[in-house]
Each structure stands twice: as structure tokens, then as C-alpha cells.
């Protein structure tokens, strides 16, 4: 089937699966949604935060969306588009007849606008540039078509394109207001659009009348809601508080406890979200000792009862991890070996690594098994460490736990290499988020860890576009990281987004975080 049939079949799916596909009835209702962080920057060209994409990928379109069920990339902005044969080269036809929240019409001058401010190095992307990989430059090769040059193949780029941080903005708005001054003057073509933003108290979107474009991947051809006020509940107990007095009808990340609570009320529904990426795990540092020795780094997996670190801290809430990748993404793999909780079969190997019991320790050599775990201070990640710390010490080693606060102590420890392990998940649609963890000499690559065939199979993940062989390539990593005990799997994420019972036709794009709020309503 070509990609313009499969398009429709889908849109024929949806007009016979969802009632009112046709037309969205509008109403003046305001949505009142809670966001648990509030970001240093909102401009998702330039800034990182998942939580901006929030509210923000209903103001952007993209040229290409990605069914949330199939994983396929459907139009977008891009009506049709090819690869070339080397993989380097990808041309968009782009729809006609749409047009920004201020006027301006896209065409492949507004696409290059948008690629020439994300990449501009004094704007310092956070994120957008490198989601790009081997962008060159763009080119329109008329005006309604813009091709895209690669210095070598990158099968994430339509991954990238389908996300809210390469949306597409109003080339008008973004000459006039700058890096400095976009971020509270936002234009994009989508169902929504940016009205204000007041730094740690608010921000607002409201429907956009003119909107009529929408992607096969939705419902709703116009927004119900007549607009949606984003507020921020940083501090998890908060949340349930302002859904309880009213304060918002909908709000993410509510701890488990307060989402039953909630839920048992009558009042309110919970949707466990399911977010992409790697799971909550355990790196080990590989070069620094005694997490050098394999046989120490398989005891230390086998002490630790996962399934009940998960119900403990998640209330059961979310599934526990299999290897490297979480279960909704390409090269997740139920065959990996995942040994089970085995403290005795723990024991033993480290009495086989000569590390022998001197009162309440273990010893070898006079020195004793001596680990230091460092943590963010997010997601939940202190509360793991200390089970971690509880079932490691239970195993005769002496555990200190650093909690980082903030990404930055985190390269710290990487740069001094003081740590045996570090606790991290990383959310993402596309498993080439992997590379940076695992490739030789990789930004974020904290086990030290330099192979060969994994640095192979990574290159292979990145230059092909064929999901079978892409996914056989990360199936081979998950292998040999389980294999040789690098990681520590804890939990897939999961999102408690909790709503009130008036909210309806919630749903969530293939990252997790980001709803289609043009399918939201609230009934009466």
C-alpha cells in the first residue's frame, strides 16, 4: 500500500471507531491542567523539558506524526515524502493552505526558516539540534518542497520530525522576537494557540478557530475546549490537593498512594501512561573496582528483589523492567535473560570473587566491598536507592549514596569517576537514545564501557531505515548488557496522570507525556 492509502484507511478507522470524528463539538469550557515541573525555558526548539511539550505540542504541527498504535509515520505538515536511496537525502511535499496563528503561510521557506534557527549556535539548542544528527543544510527545491541533506544516513530523523521540539513555528514571528523573546510570543499552525506565559505561575493556549489540518492520528478535526491553563505542582503531595479543591481537573505524576485514594473517591479516573524510552536502571561504572569484576556486578543484580523495590516504592503501579529498553519501543525483547532474585546464588559469587565475610563486611586483600551509588534526585530515584543500599549491605558491602540534585553533579561524578554505579532512565519513541549511553567515548556513556560490537550494532541501529534489522541490532546490545551484568533494570516508567471524571477523551501521543488536547473535552 503507498503511504497517501494507508493514511486513509486509517482516517476510515477512526471515522468508524470514534464517534464525532466528523465534526468536534465546541464549547467555551476551560481546561485546567497541572504540570509538575516548571522549565527554565519553554521555546522547544531550544529548550529540553518534556514537561514544555505538554502544552506546547498542541501549538505546533509537525511535518510527520506517528500513530501511537502502529509506531508508522503518517502526514503531517508534509503531506508525501521520500528517502534516497544512500539514506542521506529526504524530500517533504508539504500540505497546501496552511497557515500560522498570525498569517503567515507555510511553505519550504518557513520549513528552512525553522531549521536555520534551531541549528544557529548562538542560540544553543538543548535539545532539536542533536535530535537533527547529521543535518547539513536544507534546501527548497520549490516552493512548496524542501529536501533535507544528511552527511550519512540517520534513521531517528522522522522520529525527530514528528516531535514537538522540530514543530514548526511562524518564520514572521521568530525574526521578530528572537531567541530572547519567542519563548513569550510563541506562533505555530496547530489546534491551539499560545496566548501567555508567566514564568512559575501559568501558561495559556486557547483554541484557534482556523484550524484545518489536523493529522490522521486524531480524532477530532477541531478542538472542543475553548482553551487550557497550565499551572505547576512541583511538590508531589500537591498535586492531589488541587485536584481535590478544584484547582485543576487533570495533573500527571500523582504518587500512587494519592491516585487510589483519589480513584476510590468516585471522583476521579487514573491513566497509567506508558513512557518510552530506557527504564529506571542502575549503570555500573566498569572501569573502577569492585564493579570491574563481573562476578561482583551479577551478585549485586542477583541481590535485589526488583519486584518488590517496584510494589514498595510504585505501589505496583509500574511494570518491572526488562533489560535496557522499556517494553513500547523498537528492539524491546521478552527473550533477554533476566536472572531472578537470588540472594544465596549473590553470596556465592562473591565468596568465588575472594570477598570474604571480616565481622560485618566483606573483605579481600584488606580492603572492603565498598560501593558509592550516586542518584538523581527525581522520579523516585533517592527512594530506590535505598532499598538498593539495604539489599547490597544485607550482601556484606558497605553502600554510600549520593543524591545529585540536578543533571549537573551527575557529570561531575562521571568526570572524577568516584562512582560504582548511577541510577538514570531516559525517555525517548526512537532506541537510538541508547548511543550516547553505550557508544565508546559516548556523552553520557557512564559504565566506561568501549565494545566493539556494540559500537557496530549501534551503527547499524542508526543507517538503516528497516525496523527489522534496526531492531535485531538493539535486541544484540540489550544481550550483551544483560549478559554482562552492566545495568541493573528497575521499573518502566509509568505517568499516574489522574483526571477528573468530567474530562473525556483523553489520549496521549507515542512519547507519553504529550496529550492530544484537540480530542479533550469536558462533559457538563
Known amino acids: 500500500m503507498t503511504r497517501q492509502q494507508r493514511c486513509l484507511c486509517t482516517v476510515a478507522g477512526l471515522a468508524l471507531g470514534i464517534a464525532g470524528c466528523a465534526g468536534t463539538p465546541r ?13 527554565t525555558g519553554i521555546d522547544p526548539h531550544l529548550n529540553a523539558s518534556a514537561e514544555l511539550g505538554i502544552p506546547l505540542s498542541s501549538v505546533y504541527d509537525t511535518l510527520v506524526v506517528q500513530d501511537p498504535t502502529t509506531g508508522e ?24 493552505g496552511v497557515t500560522f496563528h498570525d498569517g503567515t503561510p507555510l511553505d519550504a521557506d518557513a520549513v528552512l526558516a525553522n531549521l536555520e534557527y534551531t541549528v544557529d549556535p548562538d542560540h544553543h539548542s538543548q535539545k532539536a539540534v542533536f535530535m537533527l544528527g547529521p543535518f547539513e543544510r536544507g534546501v527548497a527545491s520549490d516552493p512548496m518542497t524542501v529536501v533535507l541533506h544528511l552527511s550519512q544516513p540517520y534513521a531517528p530523523l522522522l522520529d525527530s520530525l514528528s516531535q514537538v521540539y522540530l514543530g514548526m513555528a511562524s518564520p514572521s514571528a521568530l525574526r521578530q522576537w528572537g531567541p530572547e523573546a519567542y519563548p513569550f510570543h510563541q506562533v505555530g499552525s496547530g489546534p491551539f494557540q499560545f496566548v501567555d506565559y508567566v514564568p512559575n505561575d501559568r501558561l495559556t493556549i486557547s483554541r484557534s478557530s482556523g484550524y484545518g489540518w489536523a493529522p490522521a492520528v486524531v480524532a477530532a478535526d477541531q478542538a472542543a475546549l475553548a482553551g487550557v491553563e497550565f499551572r505547576f505542582y512541583e511538590d508531589p503531595p500537591t498535586r492531589a490537593l488541587a485536584l481535590e479543591s478544584g484547582q485543576v ?50 551478585a549485586l543484580v542477583l541481590a535485589v528483589d526488583r519486584e518488590a523495590v517496584v510494589d514498595t516504592v510504585f505501589g ?11 517494553r513500547n519501543i523498537l528492539g524491546f525483547s521478552l527473550d533477554l535473560p533476566m536472572p531472578a532474585y537470588d540472594p544465596l546464588a549473590a553470596a556465592t559469587l562473591l565468596d568465588e ?22 542518584v538523581p534526585n527525581w522520579g523516585s530515584h533517592p527512594e530506590v536507592a535505598q532499598l538498593l543500599q539495604i539489599a547490597w549491605e544485607s ?21 572524577e569517576e568516584a562512582y560504582n554505579a548511577i541510577a538514570w532512565n531516559t525517555f525517548g519513541t526512537d ?40 531492531a535485531e541490532a ?15 533494570p528497575i521499573r518502566d516508567y509509568v505517568d499516574l496522570v489522574v483526571a477528573h471524571q468530567r474530562v473525556q477523551g483523553l489520549r496521549y501521543s507515542p512519547q507519553g507525556w504529550f496529550p492530544y488536547l484537540i480530542d479533550f473535552s469536558l462533559a457538563p
Not at 316 to 326: D, K, N, W, Y
Not at 402 to 412: D, K, N, S, T, Y
Not at 474 to 488: H, K, N, P, Q, T
Open 27 to 39: 464549547s467555551s469550557a476551560i481546561l485546567h491542567y497541572g504540570l509538575t515541573l516548571s522549565p
Open 73 to 96: 509515520f503518517m502526514p503531517g505538515l508534509a503531506e508525501d515524502w521520500s528517502i534516497s536511496e544512500d539514506g542521506r537525502d529526504y524530500t517533504f511535499h508539504l500540505r497546501r
Open 249 to 298: 481537573d487533570i495533573v500527571g505524576e500523582v504518587p500512587p498512594q494519592d491516585a487510589r485514594r483519589l480513584v476510590d473517591s468516585g471522583e476521579f479516573q487514573i491513566y497509567p501512561v506508558a513512557i518510552p524510552g530506557q527504564p529506571m536502571q542502575v549503570l555500573f561504572n566498569l572501569m573502577l573496582a569492585p564493579t570491574d569484576d563481573p562476578r561482583v556486578r551479577q
Open 316 to 326: 505496583g503501579m509500574s511494570p518491572v523492567a526488562r533489560g535496557i529498553l522499556t
Open 353 to 374: 570473587a575472594g570477598w570474604n565475610w571480616v565481622g560485618r563486611i566483606r573483605m579481600r586483600e584488606g580492603a572492603p566491598l565498598h560501593l558509592n551509588l550516586v
Open 395 to 415: 550482601l556484606g558491602a558497605a553502600v554510600d549514596v549520593e543524591v545529585a540534585a540536578g543533571f549537573g553533579p551527575l557529570r561531575e561524578a562521571q568526570a
Open 431 to 470: 532506541p537510538d537514545l541508547l548511543t550516547p549511553f553505550f557508544e565508546t567515548g559516548g556523552l553520557y556513556n557512564w559504565m566506561g564501557l568501549s565494545d566493539p560490537d556494540v559500537d557496530e550494532w549501534l551503527e547499524r541501529g542508526r543507517s538503516t531505515t528497516d525496523p527489522a534489522v534496526r
Open 474 to 488: 538493539y535486541s544484540e546490545i540489550s544481550r550483551r548488557a544483560m549478559d554482562g551484568a552492566w545495568v541493573l
